[in-house]
């Protein structure tokens, strides 16, 4: 049952925490010397013993064969359905470093880049560093074209967030970043179903660009900016208000809060390390009823192709479980966003082993935690945007459908 | 996400080749004295083996407790929720024959019967041949009323395909065949929602049965027509174009030549025993993306009830798998289109096992092909509308969904 409001009208009141802690990118793929994924390859006593005590099984975040980005996998994560509620790469980097959005806002995504010769030699100007990035950024916001305001900020690297402000733009125009070397930057161009407005706004975009490339020109390696990602603001009821809960976010990356703001989380203060994390978590216990920890290093070593070094991240992460546990959530949730197996250096479609543990659920026989021991899980393999109502429900937080 | 369009939009291009092996009818129920089904029963070292290397589940080809005709389990297994994209048995019997049908054609499936004394004696005529058939369809095609074109054309043994053509025809009509004897034949009825047009179409539909029982009054044991499954074609978004494919039918029989046409499939030529299917796919391996093989008589065998023969059936599959592996393609799929126990004598509602042979698959503990085994399988049990999008995932054909 997907339907928020439907879920919406069933929850109630209880004084229960639960914890999601979301090891992005935890799926993997068998080594083929050992035939173990990088998860059943960690050697993980905690998460194995709390496996052995909770109800495991496997999410699609999407569904069979879907590779999810990670913003529609968290929506999945927190109730939604991720088609229904698609949000745009450039609403995610707006949000993700601090960017308020209204109904007249139109956010893109950016890379710096180097051009030479009229074509693009590097899509990230070498990784310029967040302060270089910062520098350009002030630069850039000189920038005054008729008819429209435009606010650029960094992110890290040569990544950076940029939103136009005017009524009646359209997020219904093509990218600039044509995705690879050797070629010119593209044109902003109109999508033929965005008709007039998608056509006043990529000129305003290619207008803007053309300044950028002028104001850019003597700088290297970042002479020029790309864009992507086109979107504004969808209108996302928030599950703090949907389900009466105060929700807190332990994130790292600025995207994966951004999601949280989305959708009415509260992005508590926290270090780099999954030890800052769980301390955010311990600080802040006694004020929120659900919590969510995002986890980034999992995906980045599957990304990087790096087997061991995922295995190392697990390993982590395992390490620091007993302190969660030492807070006795009511409900506690392990499991990834979608699976990024070292294999495939990159996201897939596997589904996420997960674990769920309350005093509310069954049991079963899964005695470790690994892609293969949760097939025979209590909760089977289901669909990511099940979880919600699940972690509810062991929360004692929905009430009775029907009489 | 059987969303057609969705998924559609996430299809890229990629130089790989898909098998889907059907085995008609393949699933069954355990024998009462062995505890096993005709798979489990059968001797198929190499499906086994392949099981071993394969992510292994099971499918519905709609959903629990829903038994299917071929049509529908083949649209899901191509992709198409079956119940969104009904395809009519008049329809398929008429493309299954090679008859082209345009927006003013309305298709029927056709048995020869014979009457006697006014009642249906035998439905099929006595099985006549396929050569009496076409000397009967010759003679009907004399049969000329007035406001509509009408075209019968043999298939095997009794069946026939009828299409009538004439504007404003509609398929909101009943069937003449009262699928039992003893009864006379049916008048075709217009149903309640078809409004006028139905009433003409019935009234057409009569006249020519009419002039078919006068025709055929000399005839026997064939002296009569029986219609059924009125259907006009459906609109159909084509696979191929939908996910960029090229794709080959190899299938021996016309309905499943009919459905693979209806999605863009080429139909290859083969002749008619597995080995000749095989030998068709060696002929083509290099001209196409997918390919769908139909093994015919392992539900032949289950309708009869011949729970032997249907093992024999799939014995005689394995003997050829060796040679589709050694094409090795980039991913392969054995499974059935629905079950058809020998013990029931019908189609039935229990899910098809399945295998998936892939390098970008997971690994379970599945040593061998069966309904049993393959519930401990990595893909567990799920919708055959979802096979596609995970072929194509691991054909490396579908593109991540959102950033």
Redesign the interface.
């Known amino acids: 049952m997907s339907d928020i409001h439907f879920l919406s009208d069933l929850a109630g009141k209880a004084s229960s925490r639960m914890v999601l802690l979301v090891m992005d990118g935890l799926g993997g ?2 080594h083929p010397e050992t ?1 173990m ?1 990088e998860l059943e390859t960690a050697r993980t006593p905690n998460l194995d013993a709390l496996a052995a005590e909770s109800a495991c099984g ?1 999410i699609h975040a ?12 968290h929506m999945a994560l927190f109730g939604y359905h ?2 229904r509620f ?2 745009g ?1 450039g609403v ?1 980097s707006a949000l993700g470093v601090g960017m308020d959005l209204g109904p007249d806002d139109l956010a893109a ?1 950016v890379n710096f880049c180097t051009v030479e010769d009229g074509v693009i030699t590097d899509r990230r100007a070498g990784r310029i560093s967040t302060e270089t990035n910062a520098r350009l950024c002030d630069k850039l916001a000189s920038i005054d074209i008729e008819g429209i305001k435009a606010e650029i900020r960094p992110e890290k690297e040569h990544r950076a967030a940029l939103v136009f402000n005017a009524p009646g733009l359209s997020d219904r125009v093509t990218d600039t970043d044509p995705q690879k070397t050797g070629l010119a930057p593209l044109r902003c161009e109109p999508l033929p179903d965005g008709g007039e407005a998608a056509e006043r706004t990529a000129a305003l975009v290619n207008a803007y660009l053309d300044r950028a490339a002028e104001v850019l020109a003597d700088e290297h390696p970042a002479n020029m900016i790309l864009t992507r ?1 086109f979107a504004k603001l969808p209108h996302i009821p928030k599950m703090t208000e949907l389900y009466g809960l105060r929700a807190g976010a332990i994130a790292t990356y600025p995207m994966y809060q951004a999601v949280a703001k989305l959708v009415g989380m509260e992005v508590l203060e926290t270090g780099p390390s999954f030890k800052d994390q769980v301390d955010a978590l311990e600080r802040n216990w006694g004020d929120f009823d659900y919590f969510f920890i995002h986890y980034k290093y999992t995906d980045s070593r599957g990304e990087d192709g790096d087997f061991a070094a995922k295995v190392s991240c697990i390993e982590e992460v395992d390490a620091e479980l007993p302190r969660i546990l030492e807070l006795d959530p009511d409900v506690l949730v392990v499991t990834g966003d979608h699976s990024t197996p070292a294999m ?1 250096k ?5 589904p996420s082993p997960l674990l769920l543990r309350s005093r509310r659920e069954r049991r079963d026989g899964v005695r470790s935690f690994g ?2 021991s949760c ?2 899980g209590c909760l ?2 289901f669909s990511a945007v099940d979880l919600l109502p699940l972690m509810l429900a062991n929360a004692g937080r929905l009430e009775k459908f029907g009489a």
């Open positions: 793929l068998p035939g994924t496997l999407i569904g069979p064969g879907i590779t999810p980005g990670s913003g529609p996998a991720p088609v698609e949000v790469r995610l995504r990602g495939l990159g996201h897939s479609w596997h892609e293969t097939l025979s089977g393999i």
